[in-house]
């Protein structure tokens, strides 16, 4: 089993930044993937950007922010620069273990003047 604990979300003012981090309740060395997805008010989860041998992100939020891990830490982090409004949401850790999909519970960001 693998326990994710988000953290770091919070309200910033719009072009602002913020790190969230993704801590796992066991080392995450063996694990190929882990991954942030979102969800807005009202809105269905969305994928936000996946960190295994290489990075991907949304195009939303490519160029803003920047998904890392420190497997010492088992951590995954993401930051977020020059954030909109419409990045508001819950955001959410995620990986597959041994064919079982894990989440955390999430971390509130709100963006707003």
């Known amino acids: 089993q693998v326990q994710l604990v988000e953290s770091g979300g919070g309200l910033v003012q719009p072009g602002g930044s913020l790190r969230l981090s993704c801590t796992a309740s066991?080392?995450?060395?063996?694990?190929?993937?882990m991954g942030w997805y979102r969800q807005a008010p009202g809105a269905q989860r969305e994928w936000v950007a996946v960190?295994?041998?290489?990075?991907f992100y949304a195009d939303s939020v490519k160029g803003r922010f920047t998904i890392s891990r420190d497997n010492a830490k088992n951590t995954v982090y993401l930051q977020m620069n020059s954030l909109k409004p419409e990045d508001t949401a819950v955001y959410y850790c995620?990986?597959?273990?041994?064919?079982?999909?894990?989440w955390g519970k999430g971390t509130l960001v709100t963006v707003s003047s």
């Open positions: 960190i295994g041998g290489d990075t």
């Open positions: 066991r080392s995450i060395n063996s694990i190929t993937a």
């Open positions: 995620n990986t597959v273990y041994l064919n079982k999909n894990y």
